[in-house]
């Protein structure tokens, strides 16, 4: 019981990391920053990876964690072609 508690708040923050990391590349693409957030991207990616390894999940936990999955894929495809339509060919 204290592991699906523990595992839920893992994916509340996920789903925040994923916010946050969508606000940093908005703010990049606008121009108020001059990097790319890669390293918070990076992080993201390994967090992704160790909740995906995970064993034991509920069916609502593995829908749950599929759905940010899913989301995060969406989002990092459209950095790509942005970037790639900047003519920056970072990821």
């Known amino acids: 019981m204290e592991e699906a508690a523990a595992f839920d708040q893992e994916l509340s923050r996920l789903d925040e990391s994923i916010r946050k ?6 703010i990049y693409f606008n121009g ?4 790319p957030p890669l390293e918070a991207r990076a992080r993201l ?5 160790r909740l995906s390894d995970k064993r034991g999940l509920t069916y609502g936990q ?30």
């Open 21 to 26: 990391l969508k606000i940093e590349f908005d």
């Open 32 to 35: 108020a920053t001059k990097r």
């Open 45 to 49: 990616e390994a967090q992704l990876k």
């Open 62 to 91: 593995k829908y749950q964690l599929s759905g940010l999955v899913s989301r995060y894929t969406s989002y990092r495809e459209l950095w790509r072609r942005t970037l790639r339509a900047r003519g920056e060919d970072l990821i």
